[in-house]
């Protein structure tokens, strides 16, 4: 079991955990995926849904999904099969 790779992500002076990994839902694809916290979702959009600023919608353009921060003490087989449960 390996230990799960994770960064922070800043946005307006607060860090949020994310990781990138393989993208598993297109076979064959070499690309990867961040998934981030759902804390950092809340961050950019208000109650409405809507995006409280362009810096907002610039960062979540990056973010393929959001999580809960328990994910991010998973290993990264636990991870990835966790993810592929929720999301596929």
């Known amino acids: 079991m390996s230990k799960l790779e994770t960064f922070e992500i800043e946005y307006k002076g607060n860090k949020y955990l994310a990781t990138e990994v393989e993208n598993v839902f297109e076979p064959g ?5 961040i998934l981030a916290s759902s804390r950092l979702n809340d961050a950019l959009v208000d ?5 409280v600023d362009h810096e907002a919608e610039f960062v979540d353009d ?3 999904a959001f999580v ?9 087989e636990e991870f990835m099969e966790r993810i592929i449960e929720d999301f596929d």
């Open 62 to 64: 990056k973010i393929f």
């Open 47 to 51: 109650k409405n849904g809507k995006f």
């Open 68 to 76: 809960g921060d328990e994910y991010f003490s998973f290993t990264k």
């Open 29 to 33: 694809s070499e690309d990867t995926i």
